[in-house]
Nanobody, 120 residues
Framework: QVQLVEAGGGLVQDGGFLRLSCAASIRTFSIYVVGWFRQAPGKQRELVATITSSGTTNYADSVKGHFTISRDNAKNTVYLQINSLKPEDTDVYYC??????????????WGQGTQVTVSS
Protein backbone atom coordinates (compact mmCIF):
# COMPACT_ATOMS: atom_id res chain seq x y z
CA GLN A 1 0.00 0.00 0.00
CA VAL A 2 1.33 3.39 -0.99
CA GLN A 3 2.01 5.76 1.87
CA LEU A 4 3.04 9.39 2.13
CA VAL A 5 4.16 10.31 5.62
CA GLU A 6 4.63 13.93 6.58
CA ALA A 7 6.75 14.98 9.52
CA GLY A 8 8.41 18.06 10.93
CA GLY A 9 5.44 20.10 12.03
CA GLY A 10 5.14 21.56 15.49
CA LEU A 11 4.77 24.67 17.58
CA VAL A 12 7.21 27.47 16.78
CA GLN A 13 7.44 31.15 17.59
CA ASP A 14 6.81 33.97 15.15
CA GLY A 15 9.93 34.35 13.00
CA GLY A 16 11.07 30.78 13.48
CA PHE A 17 11.57 28.10 10.88
CA LEU A 18 10.62 24.52 10.19
CA ARG A 19 11.50 21.88 7.64
CA LEU A 20 8.65 19.57 6.76
CA SER A 21 9.33 16.25 5.12
CA CYS A 22 7.21 13.93 3.03
CA ALA A 23 8.51 10.37 2.81
CA ALA A 24 6.99 8.09 0.20
CA SER A 25 6.76 4.34 -0.05
CA ILE A 26 6.39 4.65 -3.84
CA ARG A 27 9.25 2.88 -5.62
CA THR A 28 9.07 5.26 -8.59
CA PHE A 29 8.60 8.39 -6.45
CA SER A 30 11.21 10.28 -8.46
CA ILE A 31 8.84 10.55 -11.44
CA TYR A 32 5.96 11.97 -9.42
CA VAL A 33 4.99 15.61 -9.24
CA VAL A 34 4.84 16.47 -5.56
CA GLY A 35 2.99 19.33 -3.99
CA TRP A 36 2.61 20.78 -0.55
CA PHE A 37 -0.81 22.08 0.43
CA ARG A 38 -2.09 23.70 3.57
CA GLN A 39 -5.51 23.95 5.10
CA ALA A 40 -7.00 25.84 7.99
CA PRO A 41 -10.21 24.68 9.69
CA GLY A 42 -13.24 25.62 7.62
CA LYS A 43 -11.15 26.75 4.66
CA GLN A 44 -10.25 25.22 1.32
CA ARG A 45 -6.99 23.38 0.90
CA GLU A 46 -4.44 25.72 -0.67
CA LEU A 47 -1.56 24.69 -2.92
CA VAL A 48 1.64 26.38 -1.74
CA ALA A 49 4.44 24.69 -3.70
CA THR A 50 5.12 22.01 -6.27
CA ILE A 51 8.19 20.24 -7.60
CA THR A 52 8.35 18.17 -10.76
CA SER A 53 10.38 15.08 -11.45
CA SER A 54 13.04 17.27 -13.07
CA GLY A 55 13.18 19.58 -10.07
CA THR A 56 11.21 22.51 -11.48
CA THR A 57 9.51 24.37 -8.66
CA ASN A 58 6.50 26.62 -8.44
CA TYR A 59 5.12 28.58 -5.53
CA ALA A 60 1.95 30.37 -4.61
CA ASP A 61 2.53 34.12 -4.66
CA SER A 62 1.79 34.29 -0.95
CA VAL A 63 4.79 32.12 -0.06
CA LYS A 64 7.45 33.11 -2.60
CA GLY A 65 10.71 33.88 -0.87
CA HIS A 66 9.33 32.36 2.31
CA PHE A 67 8.94 28.64 1.41
CA THR A 68 11.39 26.39 -0.43
CA ILE A 69 10.46 22.98 -1.81
CA SER A 70 13.12 20.41 -2.63
CA ARG A 71 13.43 16.68 -3.18
CA ASP A 72 15.92 13.93 -2.48
CA ASN A 73 15.00 11.10 -4.82
CA ALA A 74 17.55 8.77 -3.26
CA LYS A 75 15.58 9.04 -0.03
CA ASN A 76 12.13 9.15 -1.68
CA THR A 77 11.52 12.37 0.24
CA VAL A 78 10.33 15.86 -0.53
CA TYR A 79 10.94 18.76 1.83
CA LEU A 80 9.32 22.10 2.52
CA GLN A 81 11.56 24.62 4.23
CA ILE A 82 9.54 27.39 5.83
CA ASN A 83 11.48 30.42 7.05
CA SER A 84 10.32 33.51 8.91
CA LEU A 85 7.17 31.76 10.10
CA LYS A 86 4.18 33.97 10.78
CA PRO A 87 1.00 33.23 12.74
CA GLU A 88 -0.93 33.14 9.45
CA ASP A 89 1.18 30.12 8.43
CA THR A 90 -0.62 28.11 11.10
CA ASP A 91 -2.31 25.28 9.21
CA VAL A 92 -2.23 21.56 8.61
CA TYR A 93 0.27 20.89 5.83
CA TYR A 94 -0.34 18.04 3.42
CA CYS A 95 1.85 16.33 0.89
CA UNK A 96 0.43 15.18 -2.44
CA UNK A 97 2.09 13.03 -5.08
CA UNK A 98 0.74 12.73 -8.62
CA UNK A 99 1.84 10.64 -11.55
CA UNK A 100 1.19 12.82 -14.56
CA UNK A 101 1.42 11.80 -18.20
CA UNK A 102 0.85 14.66 -20.55
CA UNK A 103 -2.07 16.51 -18.99
CA UNK A 104 -3.57 13.42 -17.33
CA UNK A 105 -3.14 12.51 -13.67
CA UNK A 106 -2.93 8.72 -13.52
CA UNK A 107 -2.55 8.31 -9.77
CA UNK A 108 -2.87 10.67 -6.85
CA UNK A 109 -1.82 10.13 -3.23
CA TRP A 110 -2.16 12.21 -0.07
CA GLY A 111 -0.42 12.13 3.25
CA GLN A 112 -2.19 12.45 6.58
CA GLY A 113 -0.96 15.99 7.25
CA THR A 114 1.27 17.61 9.81
CA GLN A 115 0.20 20.50 12.04
CA VAL A 116 2.19 23.71 12.01
CA THR A 117 1.34 26.22 14.72
CA VAL A 118 3.04 29.60 14.94
CA SER A 119 2.67 31.55 18.16
CA SER A 120 2.86 35.33 18.19
Amino acid sequence: QVQLVEAGGGLVQDGGFLRLSCAASIRTFSIYVVGWFRQAPGKQRELVATITSSGTTNYADSVKGHFTISRDNAKNTVYLQINSLKPEDTDVYYCNARLVVGSTTLTDYWGQGTQVTVSS
